[in-house]
């Protein structure tokens, strides 16, 4: 049976990175199929029901920037907030939210739905449909196929989806819900490589059971960093937004102490001696030291049994008891990933403080999967062996919530330009989080969960968080990623922003120049500024202070972006034959021919590639131009 009602765009996953690819497309204009296994689990957590952290805030921070939902979607069913690495340098924020994980899915359920452009269908993809080394469409498991232009691929743990609990073994991407086995083989059978990973998850515990009186405390801040930039939206979008868990407006772009109501307290705990011993005594009923999990876990979210075995030296590891959501009464107990059996489960959370009467309302559990090798597509996440097919997410070896969203995001921008003929977005290493984390993954691959950090990134002075949606306003602007009245206020905003930084700079206070005090002072909240210099939002204010406290540093930064810049003009044609680059070396020329770097600048970052090849390659292209 087939469905001739032909989209512009598929997106195959309702996952965090299939709803921002599916929402993406439509709001570019293309008419877009959001196809799901189940339409109750669209957005659902599946792990820590957390949104943001180090690195991870800029991200969703790049995500609202471009116009995307999760920034939003995470302020509108937060239960707490905390700005990580706050006593460190601002380049080096970690925004993040503890989520209601009922809430956060109904919500962006609702979004996606209701979305214009967008249509949703329940079924599982068990095969992609090509013609002449193009994607076309989709077949399912209820016998129908769709056909679209460009299909997105989005599907998590699915993919073979192999769950652990000790000695059993469950077909599913997570505990409860299915697997697709045909997708893997439908690629290979295209030409498309597959490998496994492995992530895990721990036990939840009944809130009500935990004994939080020997914990320590961990509260939210009293005036929550937001993600999403509410100072260029319009005003009335807060009513709305805000209905629960929030009880006042936002003001300056934050929400004051005494307007927000509802934070739930995270608690911490540590593990023992005690624990250790029966881990290490019972580490052959692990399936990750049994030798039944062939994928490669997460090198910085290990299990408790990695943590005993390969940190020795450590008698004990902290743990973080964070709340699930106001009314559902499961707590989740992050440091205690675990694939062991139940009873050993059990017996771990006895030897913890807090834990040892603890209710065990979900066991904790190991997944393996298959991935895509992200070495197989470009800049743009589409394909280089299938045209028209673009992947996002866990498929391409990425882990977390925001990493595939924002690879949806940009994955569901390309395909909607594709399929309507128009040019794709690539966002640099200088652009954004999201642009280090496409070219780390298309230039270097991964064999382990990829995880973003700020370490990763060479330029993140450049990439604060504050600055995503001044940062990105170009890209919002050319690909109409947000409505034209907001771009106004952000140019609005990056003017008042330029404006401050002359006046301040000359403007004396006390003999010296603000500027001088902004270099000189310990403290910014000692530094006198004029009285309509508070009348700003507090995001701008903080912008301007920014970018004049480190303002040699970003210089000096945006200098050696230029100077690296220029490799990236110069683009690699896709039938560039690296077989005529005269004098490069052989195992240059097989990187090469397997990554198929877009750009000079690419190929410089592929592991191994040196200066001398990239200078090779240039001459070779320069003289084939000349020879045209």
Not at 39 to 60: E, R
Not at 121 to 140: D, K, M, P, S, Y
Not at 361 to 386: C, H, N, W
Not at 608 to 613: A, E, L, R
Request: charged share 25%.
């Amino acid at each position: 049976m087939e469905i001739f009602e032909k989209f512009d765009v598929i997106v195959c996953g309702g996952g965090h990175g299939g709803c921002e690819a599916a929402l993406a497309a439509a709001r570019v204009g293309a008419e877009t199929l959001l196809l799901t296994g189940n339409i109750d689990t669209i957005a659902k957590m599946s792990c820590n029901p957390a949104i943001g952290g180090v690195a991870k805030g800029n991200i969703v921070r790049e995500i609202d920037a471009l116009g995307g939902e999760m920034a939003i979607n995470a302020d509108a069913t937060a239960i707490q907030f905390r700005l990580l690495n706050g006593s460190k340098g601002p380049a080096v924020h970690g925004p993040r939210a503890q989520c209601d994980k009922d809430l956060y899915a109904e919500r962006m359920k609702h979004i996606v739905t209701e979305a214009k452009n967008l249509s949703v269908f329940q079924a599982i993809a068990t095969g992609i449909i090509v013609e002449n080394c193009r994607v076309i469409g989709l077949c399912t498991d209820v016998g129908v196929k769709f056909f679209a232009t460009t299909v997105v691929l989005t599907n998590g743990t699915f993919l073979r989806g192999l769950m652990h609990i000790g000695g059993s073994k469950i077909h599913g991407g997570r505990l409860g819900d299915f697997s697709t086995q045909s997708m893997s083989e439908s690629l290979k059978k295209y030409g498309i490589a597959t490998d496994r990973m492995k992530t895990g998850t721990p036990p939840r515990v009944l809130g009500s059971s935990i004994d939080f009186s020997v914990c320590e405390e961990q509260c939210g801040d009293s005036e929550p960093v937001l993600f999403a930039f509410y100072d260029c939206r319009e005003s009335e979008i807060f009513e709305k937004m805000f209905e629960k868990p929030f009880a006042g407006n936002i003001r300056d772009g934050a929400i004051l102490s005494s307007d927000f109501r509802g934070q739930k307290s995270c608690w911490i705990t540590h593990t023992t001696a005690k624990t250790r011993e029966i881990v290490l005594n019972n580490i052959s009923s692990s399936p990750l030291y049994s030798g039944e999990i062939s994928g490669i876990g997460p090198r910085y979210c290990p299990s408790i049994e990695d943590k005993f075995v390969k940190f020795s030296d450590h008698e004990s590891h902290r743990l973080f008891l964070e709340p699930e959501g106001y009314h559902c009464g499961e707590w989740y107990i992050n440091g205690l990933s675990s694939s062991m059996p139940i009873d050993v489960q059990r017996e771990v959370l006895d030897s913890i403080p807090a834990l040892e009467d603890a209710k065990i309302m979900r066991p904790a559990y190991a997944v393996e999967y298959d991935f895509s090798p992200p070495t197989q597509i470009d800049g743009t996440l589409q394909s280089k062996i299938v045209e028209n097919l673009f992947f996002a997410g866990q498929i391409n070896g990425t882990s977390g919530y925001e990493e595939a969203a924002g690879q949806g995001l940009v994955a569901g921008v390309n395909a909607a330009q594709k399929a309507l003929g128009q040019e794709m977005m690539i966002l640099g290493r200088q652009d954004a989080y999201i642009g280090v984390l496409i070219d780390d993954l298309v230039t270097k691959g991964t064999f382990e969960p990829y995880r973003m950090f700020t370490s990763r990134a060479e330029h993140r002075l450049l990439l604060n968080h504050g600055s995503a949606d001044v940062r990105l306003l170009g890209f919002a602007e050319k690909f109409s990623l947000v409505d034209s009245n907001r771009i106004a206020k952000i140019r609005e905003k990056l003017h008042k922003i330029h404006s401050w930084i002359e006046r301040l700079a000359v403007e004396k206070f006390d003999g010296k120049s603000i500027g001088e005090w902004l270099l000189q002072a310990r403290d910014t909240g000692t530094v006198q500024f004029p009285p309509d210099f508070y009348r700003e939002s507090r995001p701008m204010r903080e912008e301007v202070i920014y970018r004049m406290r480190y303002g040699g540093y970003l210089e000096r930064e945006r200098r050696i972006v230029e100077r690296c810049s220029a490799l990236d003009r110069v683009k690699i044609p896709p039938s560039f034959d690296y077989a005529t680059v005269r004098g490069l070396a052989n195992e240059s020329r097989q990187k090469l021919q397997l990554h198929r770097p877009m750009n000079l600048g690419q190929a410089s970052r592929i592991s191994g590639i040196t200066p001398v090849d990239i200078s090779l390659i240039l001459i070779t292209i320069e003289r084939l131009k000349r020879d045209r």
